[in-house]
């Protein structure tokens, strides 16, 4: 395969993951917004920033004469100068499939198309901000839809491995922003309002679209430690980051098929021993701090995994 | 609005009963507006329909083609504008007698066209032999003097050429250019029936339609039939300038349909005269190359230095024979509008055949007689710059101002090589949905001819339209549309072939008889 067919091939992926992702976190923070407005009654704007950091993006600045959420939520979904918009993302996504449509399946490429062409419709925009949920919804459904043809259309070879990797690498570096933003929102430590830190903490897993499973398996009230433990540790759920790591190891070993074994492979070094230290950790009866500290290894390992793969398949 | 599906009244509908006949060629009614033969079944279909229900379908269409990325892009300022590909719903029908002709005719054409390019980059005989003027082709803009006496694989130049037809007003076709370097447009042609399958089904229930879609892999066909000698399977990939280019669709469109790697520049390269692509695992060897980047753009090293599109070194390891390049390099030449007036010539030279498709009559200032003609009757006559193409550079005499005229005047005058004159043809014209009707719009078409170890043209090809009520031109920069072509089975013309004189045109028929692909074996 094209190293620039590989190339495109994770960006594509990556942005479409990372447009899913904005448009989930922002209808969760969104309605978090009007939940914690009946339970505090104060302080608008911090579940903002939870949420900026939680992407790592930086927040936009207030406009004189409209409502914070308004502005952010323009901000997020349609505006083109912000590089990390929904529009923004999907865009790149598209134009990155564009330039390699030869190599995915025809019924991939129309599937990209129409979502891209139904959120650039005019009337479509005009009612973001009153009907957001269905902005996000459409969203999220466009990237699913899209995964499944992927999954059904392409052969699963090297070319649907780099597709893998684009959205595992961006879905488990969003996770682990999504959980260090939280353990600094509300420590573990902290006993203290617990209805506050639920309803934070049930935030969280709907931004991992873990709400369902979450439950399913612990059967208890959304419990800070539990969550973490989940979206960290657990095998078999797609957002966890266990999960994420041990599909990018599979794809991984799967491209560089028989020089796999091979020491020289970086990029497989480092997912491998990501998925060590997940798999082998004692437990996660740690403090605070050493809890964001495991985290910022993990995104550590995140990043190194991305270049060490730019290096080795000449990607850009 | 719903439509109703089947109108009980058969009365003629608001779609044609305005429809009126011009001077030029109507493809489906003749001049006391009966439909012709062939298009009777259409006509009554599109009687029933109304123009609401019409309309229906051509946003379906547009829909469609939006939805599958179908689309081309057009450069104003620096922003490029995606514009997705305009069709009409209702498609020009060819009727099996006229396709053999028009087939054996490009044959003849294509084979003769290769015959010169051989000949004038190896022994010049038709410059020896005086049938051309020398400095028509030594000072052509597209001859590369640096491929005299390089041998090119099977010795074909022309692999793929698109040639632009039109029909004068007593319908007979006539040649208005060939093309024979990157000709584009097949995708178009393509996606046209695909589309037109979805949205008006019915439409293909009267008819029994040749199908199109075989090309990409005839295509496919001549690129590996032109492959260097190589152990394996050859390894064909396509050359594109990215993305940002206004054909990049068709570019996609033919690699994945063909299964090849689409390819830009910076994916290759060049070492011990080898070509490579740049791959996950190394490197790869190339073995054809169908490239869609002009001669120019090549090749840095011989052609213009300042190319990023191209590949350093590519054109020696071509001249070497370690690569395959479709079309070769210096076909410019024999598409020259310079060139164009002798191709009738060209035919009888290499041949020894008399045209079957005959060239739009052409003036060469160049020659005095034809120099007063131009000069008195520049108002009715159209002037073209023979190293311009696009529909850029050209005079139309009855549209144009006194002061144009007279700055062409003094430019022909200048450098009369540089220019060729022709009359103002009425293009034909075919019914088509403007708005709420429809109206005669004027068509051409292009099919497609390749040239490898046979001759083979795909049923069909692109019939470009003018959109503008009056205008000729139809390039799709410029505002063209485009419609679905039907080439018809011989028998679904039964009915009709007994009503029709039997001597007719039977004599222009013997060879491919009752082949639809035209074919014939290299001579």
């Not at chain 1, 959120?119 to 839809?145: A, I, K, M």
């Not at chain 1, 499973?213 to 078999?236: H, M, Q, W």
């Not at chain 2, 123009?51 to 083609?65: H, V």
């Amino acid at each position: 395969m094209l190293s620039r067919v590989a190339d495109a091939l994770f960006w594509m992926s990556r942005y479409l993951e990372r447009a899913e992702q904005v448009a989930r976190s922002l209808d969760v923070t969104f309605h978090l917004e009007l939940d914690l407005h009946g339970v505090t009654g104060s302080e608008e704007g911090e579940e903002w920033n939870y949420l900026f950091r939680s992407l790592n993006q930086t927040p936009p600045p207030a406009k004189l004469g409209e409502s914070y959420s308004y502005t952010v939520l323009r901000w997020l979904t349609l505006d083109m100068s912000n590089q990390g918009s929904v529009m923004n993302c999907l865009n790149r996504s598209r134009n990155n499939a564009r330039s390699i449509r030869d190599s995915i399946s025809s019924e991939m490429w129309r599937s990209l198309n129409k979502l891209y062409w139904r959120l650039n419709d005019r009337d479509f925009q005009t009612q973001v901000t009153e009907s957001l949920s269905e902005f996000c919804e459409t969203v999220q459904n466009g990237t699913q839809l899209f995964h499944g043809v992927c999954d059904t259309t392409l052969t699963h070879d090297e070319g649907w491995h780099f597709i893998q990797l684009g959205r595992y690498l961006e879905r488990a570096q969003h996770l682990l922003l999504v959980l260090k933003s939280q353990l600094d929102l509300s420590p573990v430590e902290d006993t203290g309002d617990t209805v506050f830190s639920n309803l934070h903490w049930a935030a969280v897993l709907k931004t991992c679209a873990a709400y369902d499973a979450y439950r399913r398996l612990y059967i208890s009230r959304v419990d800070g430690e539990r969550v973490l433990e989940f979206l960290l540790l657990n095998l078999d759920f797609p957002h966890s980051v266990r999960f994420c790591a041990t599909t990018m190891m599979n794809s991984l070993t799967a491209i560089s098929g028989e020089l796999s074994y091979r020491s020289d492979n970086e990029a497989l070094r480092h997912v491998g021993r990501l998925v060590n230290e997940l798999t082998y950790l004692d437990n996660l009866e740690m403090s605070n701090a050493e809890l964001k500290s495991l985290l910022s290894d993990c995104l550590n390992r995140c990043t190194l995994i991305s270049r060490s793969m730019q290096k080795q398949y000449a990607l850009h | 609005m719903e439509p109703s599906t089947s109108p009980t009244s058969s009365s003629s509908s608001d779609l044609l009963s305005q429809y009126s006949i011009g001077e030029a060629f109507d493809e489906m009614l003749d001049a006391n507006l009966q439909p012709r033969e062939h298009y009777k079944p259409l006509y009554h279909r599109l009687q029933q329909t109304t123009a609401n229900e019409f309309r229906r379908r051509k946003a379906m269409t547009d829909l469609s083609m939006r939805q599958d990325g179908v689309g081309f892009t057009v450069y104003q300022a620096e922003e490029g504008i995606e514009r997705v590909w305009p069709m009409d719903p209702v498609p020009r029908i060819i009727p099996a007698q006229e396709w053999k002709l028009i087939a054996r005719g490009l044959e003849q054409r294509l084979i003769a066209l290769n015959e010169f390019l051989w000949d004038i980059y190896h022994e010049q005989r038709i410059i020896r032999e005086k049938r051309i003027p020398p400095h028509l082709i030594i000072q052509g803009k597209n001859f590369r003097r640096e491929f005299v006496g390089v041998n090119v694989p099977k010795r074909i130049y022309i692999h793929i050429c698109g040639t632009d037809l039109i029909r004068a007003a007593n319908g007979e076709y006539l040649v208005l250019e060939d093309n024979g370097r990157t000709p584009s447009g097949v995708s178009y042609m393509l996606t046209n029936r695909q589309v037109l399958k979805r949205v008006y089904p019915a439409l293909f229930n009267d008819y029994e339609v040749l199908p199109n879609d075989d090309y990409p892999a005839a295509l496919l066909e001549v690129l590996q039939y032109i492959s260097p000698p190589t152990s394996d399977k050859p390894t064909v990939v396509l050359l594109s300038p990215g993305m940002y280019n206004s054909a990049y669709f068709e570019h996609s469109f033919l690699a994945q349909r063909m299964g090849i790697e689409l390819v830009e520049g910076r994916d290759l390269l060049v070492d011990q005269n080898r070509v490579y692509m740049r791959t996950t695992r190394g490197r790869k060897r190339v073995d054809v190359i169908y490239r869609r980047i002009d001669d120019d753009f090549l090749d840095p090293l011989t052609f213009r230095s300042d190319s990023v599109l191209g590949v350093p070194g590519l054109v020696n390891s071509y001249r070497a024979g370690k690569v395959a390049l479709a079309n070769s390099i210096g076909t410019g030449i024999a598409d020259d509008k310079g060139i164009y007036p002798f191709v009738p010539d060209i035919i009888r030279f290499y041949l020894g055949q008399e045209p079957i498709l005959n060239n739009v009559e052409t003036f060469r200032p160049e020659v005095p007689s034809h120099l007063s003609h131009i000069l008195e009757n520049i108002h009715k006559l159209v002037v073209k710059r023979v190293n311009e193409s696009g529909g850029y550079g050209m005079l139309v005499g009855p549209a144009s101002t006194k002061q144009q005229q007279e700055d062409f005047k003094a430019a022909i005058k200048a450098n009369p090589r540089d220019f060729i004159a022709q009359p103002t043809i009425q293009l034909s014209v075919h019914p088509t949905f403007v708005e709420n009707r429809l109206e005669g719009r004027h068509v051409d078409l292009r099919p497609f001819v390749l040239y490898g170890e046979k001759i083979v043209i795909v049923p069909g090809g692109l019939t470009r339209v003018a959109l503008p009520k009056g205008s000729l031109v139809v390039n799709s920069s410029q505002g063209g549309g485009s419609k679905d072509t039907w080439v018809l089975a011989e028998r679904s013309l039964a009915q009709t072939q007994s009503q029709m004189s039997q001597s007719q045109s039977q004599s222009q028929m013997s060879q491919s008889q009752g082949s639809s692909q035209a074919q014939i074996q290299r001579g």
